[in-house]
């Protein structure tokens, strides 16, 4: 199932809290343009270094799949990123 929802959480230094939504699907929609061309590039790239392009853009889509319930946690000092994907 490909990501619904990213998080993102900030503690920042002074102490204050930031939570931002970001839905995905609207978002990839907004970039499918610049996605498009991505998957094009990724395709040539393949075609170049000799490397199957089918096999390639599956083993991609198998990492999108694979994060819903990832969580990135950063902290340096008392400022703290969160970000987790569902």
């Known amino acids: 199932m490909m990501p619904q ?3 993102v959480r900030v ?4 102490g204050r809290r930031i939570r931002v939504w970001v839905p995905v699907l609207p ?3 907004v ?3 610049v996605v498009a061309l991505a ?3 990724v395709a040539v790239a393949c075609l170049l270094y000799r490397v ?3 096999r390639a853009l599956d083993a991609g889509w198998g990492i999108v799949r694979a994060l819903p319930g ?3 946690d950063i902290e340096q000092g008392r400022t703290g ?3 987790s994907i569902r």
């Open 11 to 14: 503690r920042r230094s002074d």
């Open 70 to 72: 990832t969580r990135f």
């Open 39 to 41: 998957v094009v590039g």
């Open 5 to 7: 929802l990213v998080t």
């Open 31 to 33: 970039c499918s343009p």
């Open 52 to 54: 199957d392009v089918v």
């Open 81 to 83: 990123v969160l970000v």
């Open 27 to 29: 978002v990839l929609l």
